[in-house]
């Protein structure tokens, strides 16, 4: 199947810090999802990219679809607490027998510190 | 409220036990999906189903399996032969089935060795 890289694994930043995150894929995708997991629940939907060059914000969130296709940022501002808990990236398969399932990024652990 | 509902929370398999693992979704979905997680291996896709009555197999479907005779509902078996069960399961929806909407995730079942 597709990988994506996703990175960092894991942060450790302080409370109001600003966070990035990235994930890369070696084939384009025409979608880029961002999901945030909390602990022992299931993901959530942050933020979807549809087109290529766009730039999204939801809250102190903001994400952004790569020009390439084959990338995507998730950027979080003054963060606090409550943004603890794992990021994922995910892009859908377009294309034959697959068509419709996530691939997914290995996600990113963010700690926040008060 | 529409959502989807996995069942039980918490599960205990014996060795050489099979266990049924609930997931049910109101949202009139017809695409369904299951999800492994291990901790710091992301989410790997078990099995999906695209529509009622038809199921494909995943990237890690040794040892698993499903049906799908209701569009509500996606159960899913861990058979004695996954011998490595021990992990967080997770369920998810989208609709329609080949677009690239994002999916939606249950809350997910531990499953735990005796």
């Known amino acids: 199947g597709q990988q994506l890289n996703q990175s960092p694994q894991s942060m450790f930043i302080q409370e109001g810090e600003d966070v990035s995150m990235n994930c890369t894929s070696s084939s384009i995708f025409n979608t880029w999802l961002w999901y945030k997991q909390d602990p022992g629940e299931g993901p959530v939907l942050l933020i979807a990219?549809?087109?290529?060059?766009e730039l999204t914000s939801n809250g102190r969130l903001t994400a952004q679809f790569g020009i390439t296709r084959k990338d995507s940022f998730l950027n979080i501002s003054a963060s606090i607490p409550s943004d603890v808990g794992i990021y994922f990236c995910?892009?859908?398969?377009?294309?034959?027998?697959?068509?419709?399932?996530?691939?997914f990024g290995r996600g990113t652990q963010l700690t926040v510190w008060p | 409220d529409g959502g989807i509902t996995q069942s039980p929370k918490y599960l205990f398999r014996k060795e050489g036990q099979n266990v049924t693992l609930s997931c049910e979704q109101n949202l009139n979905h017809d695409a369904m999906y299951w999800y492994r997680q291990d901790p710091g291996q992301g989410l790997r896709l078990i099995y999906y189903?695209?529509?009622?009555?038809?199921?494909q197999k995943g990237d890690i479907a040794e040892g698993y399996s499903v049906s799908r005779e209701k569009k509500e509902s996606f159960p899913l078996t861990v058979t004695s032969a996954q011998k490595n069960p021990t992990a967080f399961y997770l369920c998810?929806?989208?609709?329609?089935?080949?677009?690239?909407?994002?999916?939606?995730f249950g809350d997910g079942t531990r499953l735990s060795i005796l």
């Open positions: 995910a892009g859908p398969s377009d294309r034959g027998s697959t068509l419709g399932r996530l691939y």
């Open positions: 998810a929806s989208r609709d329609p089935p080949l677009s690239n909407q994002p999916q939606h």
């Open positions: 189903s695209q529509i009622v009555n038809d199921f």
């Open positions: 990219l549809y087109k290529a060059g």
